[in-house]
């Protein structure tokens, strides 16, 4: 089977037909002139304090310290809440505000549900390494599912900013560097997580965060600041959140950084001009947690008051916890410096997604027992997910040059040595829903259970801690390592120390003594596979050369070691793709494949340094510019090639393609020339030349996930149209220019099969 993504539809003939009708005949459920007529005759029922009510969202659940919002819920003057969940729980206080408030408008209850709710799916980075939109919708869906069933019915998830420098913790959390990926990940998110019908009991509001350029925070410290010119902006940051948009994202939240100066959460020029003006999003904003406060530490108000207006009056429509919307806007309303119309048109968007979700027909959710077992079908998903999101980075015995993996032969005995060998909770990532390290099954654990079947003994050792600890727990993976046939070296970050939010890390390579683990191991002489745990791309300079195989795991969630023993051993192929650069060094970060050129490009054999003038380059003196391990890059067991690539023409007007009435289509064949079955992602790559701005040296413009049994030979097809070749000119006007145009179709961004055509006027 071919799944080709190209622009923001899935263009295989008979499912393209499918979604096509599922959106056409679902209601648009935030464009509902009835609910617009409802929520009007609210308005005119709702004082103002109950109006301001509603743009107040408070964290609750049980615990020391947590206040008790109940006579808070009566009174009409919290709107939402995040952090209950449980369907009794969510149900006492949903009944206080549709049974003691005056009008009784119902709660929204929100939870991260980031990457699974119970069940536990491989963290984003993780699941976009997949490069399968449509295996991440059925994870939204399975979370929904989940979610919706305690209560939840909106999660703040997809995080869709697009992340360049892997120092920052919130990398783990997105698709990775390419806005186009990034893009389809996107929809493909909040089509799981909504389904066909927003009012569908199953389904939960999707909120694509965070509103805008976060993933860009300087030096990628968590919460720094940003400055991205308006261009960049447009083409590389802003993408993924239109998508969202375009698949019927129902809220939006706003960044904690500051965009060129202004903070997001009281920037006019992205909550009014851009998503309101320009994209005509109808659902509402929430500001990230405590964010409304945090302007005045932005510099951009001098006291709360201040603050709730700025925030309010640039496009903000719910405050997350900071009291400040409740505590100052009603102040400000009489003063007259917040308009009523304002308040007005806040309430309108919240309400108008309480509406859509059925909140008022069904405030309630059954209260069954609880289910003993997870749900049989969301592991398997879970499994295949985890599977589908391992790349293989590297696959040869340093000896022989052979493939190490898969494991076969005579092994009769393997060691498993590593701080992340036998760890439940970090198999499980950060922002792990309501999952439970209990229900997650180790590498040791299913590695203990698989041995014995294929007559292999199996000893472990921890060797290091993550971080910490002291060398004299490396002498004994040592002796074991000595012992063994082949040895499996589990290694990487703590999930919730090291990666997530507030986790930025200066230094990327393995942390606390493991470099001197692989090192020590490596040194017994055996085949060694490095399995990498981790939130982010590490730099892996000084241990790849000293393994046979590396396998790059992410956190894989519940199966993670089910998952890893079936490619390991070959019941399962590779097919995982990189969706970030892995850098040599944390020196090259930001790194990121879709760069522009220089007037002194450093590898670009097109333009190569004058005579005498070698030096004078753009790259480092002590390091390469290059990746490690490319974006797209990822092995199989199989190997592909790739044909000559065929082009429909030579020749496209610019005017044409700008109307519409003309595309090219790229046509390649791929085959697996192994002798197993595999998964190839093919990709498709331009670069443009000749336009009135710089473009990048490639751009991702489409994608295919092509099975081919050994032997087999298919087509892949992608179209160019103004979606593909349009870019924000001179003019600041999203247009196609006269260009040469370059195409690549191939297994990653540094290599495939090369064409040329040539847009006219």
Not at 75 to 99: C, D, F, M, P
Not at 192 to 210: E, R, V
Not at 644 to 666: F, Y
Request: charged content about 20%; aromatic content about 8%.
């Amino acid at each position: 089977m071919t799944r080709t993504y190209a622009g923001r539809l899935l263009c295989l003939p008979f499912l393209l037909l499918a979604v096509t009708a599922a959106f056409a005949q679902a209601p648009r459920p935030l464009d509902d002139p009835a609910v617009e007529a409802r929520i009007s005759a609210l308005l005119q029922q709702m004082t103002l304090e109950e109006k301001i009510g509603q743009l107040n969202q408070f964290s609750g659940g049980s615990g020391a310290g947590r206040p008790d919002y109940r006579q808070m819920i009566a009174a009409g003057q919290i709107g939402s809440l995040l952090n209950v969940t449980g369907a009794k729980e969510t149900n006492q206080l949903q009944r206080i505000a549709v049974t003691q408030s005056r009008l009784k408008i119902p709660l929204l209850f929100g939870s991260d549900v980031i990457h699974g709710y119970h069940t536990v799916f491989p963290v984003p980075l993780g699941l976009a390494s997949t490069w399968d939109p449509e295996l991440i919708e059925k994870t939204a869906a399975a979370a929904a599912r989940e979610a919706s069933a305690e209560g939840v019915r909106w999660t703040f998830s997809p995080m869709v900013d697009i992340a360049r420098d892997a120092r920052w913790g919130r990398i783990v959390e997105g698709a990775g560097e390419d806005p186009f990926l990034g893009s389809v990940i996107a929809g493909a998110y909040v089509r799981g997580y909504q389904g066909a019908q927003l009012n569908d009991p199953t389904s939960i509001a999707a909120c694509a965060k965070h509103y805008v350029g976060y993933g860009a925070a300087e030096g990628g410290r968590d919460y720094n600041t940003t400055e991205i010119p308006e261009r960049l902006l447009r083409q590389v940051y802003l993408p993924p959140f239109r998508a969202a948009l375009d698949a019927g994202v129902a809220t939006f939240m706003s960044a904690f950084n500051a965009l060129n100066g202004i903070p997001a959460t009281a920037n006019s020029f992205t909550l009014d001009e851009i998503l309101r003006g320009e994209w005509g999003f109808r659902g509402f904003v929430v500001s990230d947690y405590s964010a409304v406060k945090e302007l005045i530490a932005h510099g951009i108000a001098n006291d709360d008051g201040t603050a709730a207006r700025k925030a309010l009056i640039a496009g903000l429509d719910m405050d997350m916890e900071s009291g400040l919307f409740l505590n100052e806007l009603a102040k400000q309303v009489h003063s007259g410096t917040v308009p009523m119309g304002a308040i007005d048109q806040a309430v309108r968007r919240i309400l108008r997604v309480k509406f859509a979700l059925g909140l008022f027909e069904r405030p309630y959710v059954p209260e069954s027992a609880p289910a003993q077992t997870l749900d049989p079908a969301h592991l398997e998903l879970a499994r295949t997910a985890a599977e589908e999101s391992f790349v293989l980075l590297k696959n040869h015995d340093a000896a022989s040059r052979s493939p190490l993996l898969p494991l076969r032969g005579a092994l009769r005995r393997i060691a498993l040595i590593g701080p992340l060998a036998d760890d439940s909770g970090n198999m499980l990532g950060a922002w792990a829903g309501k999952g439970d390290p209990k229900d997650a099954t180790t590498l040791r654990a299913a590695l203990a259970e698989y041995a014995p079947t294929a007559q292999m003994q199996l000893v472990y050792e921890r060797g290091t801690e993550i971080a910490g600890g002291s060398e004299d727990a490396i002498a004994p993976a040592v002796e074991a390592a000595r012992s063994a046939d082949v040895v499996l070296l589990a290694l990487g970050e703590h999930a919730s120390q090291m990666t997530g939010e507030a986790a930025s890390r200066a230094f990327i390579t393995l942390p606390g003594l493991q470099e001197k683990l692989v090192e020590s191991v490596a040194a017994a002489g055996k085949p060694v596979v490095l399995i990498v745990f981790s939130g982010r791309p590490l730099a892996l300079t000084s241990v790849v050369d000293k393994v046979g195989a590396v396998i790059q795991a992410w956190h894989p969630g519940l199966q993670a070691g089910p998952a890893l023993v079936r490619v390991l051993t070959g019941q399962a192929n590779f097919s995982g793709r990189l969706t970030v650069s892995m850098p040599r060094s944390v020196g090259q970060e930001p790194l990121y494949y879709s760069h522009l050129d220089t007037g002194r490009p450093a590898d670009n054999p097109d333009f190569p340094p004058l005579k005498g003038l070698e030096k004078f380059r753009s790259r480092y003196i002590d390091e390469e510019n290059t990746p490690l391990f490319s974006f797209g890059y990822g092995l199989s067991y199989t190997r592909f090639e790739y044909s000559p690539i065929t082009l429909s023409t030579q020749t496209l007007s610019a005017r044409a393609v700008n109307s519409g009435s003309q595309v090219l289509r790229v046509t390649a064949q791929v085959r697996n020339v192994g002798d197993r079955d595999g998964v190839e992602v093919a990709q498709l790559y331009i670069g443009q030349r000749g336009t009135s701005v710089a473009q990048p040296v490639r751009e991702l413009k489409g994608f295919a996930r092509v099975a081919l049994r050994a032997g087999e030979a298919r087509r892949v097809e992608f179209t160019l149209g103004k979606k593909e070749l349009a870019f924000w000119n001179a003019d600041m006007k999203e247009v196609v220019e006269p260009a040469t145009v370059t195409v690549w179709v191939g297994p990653d961004s540094r290599s495939g099969s090369v064409a040329k055509f040539t847009i006219t006027e």
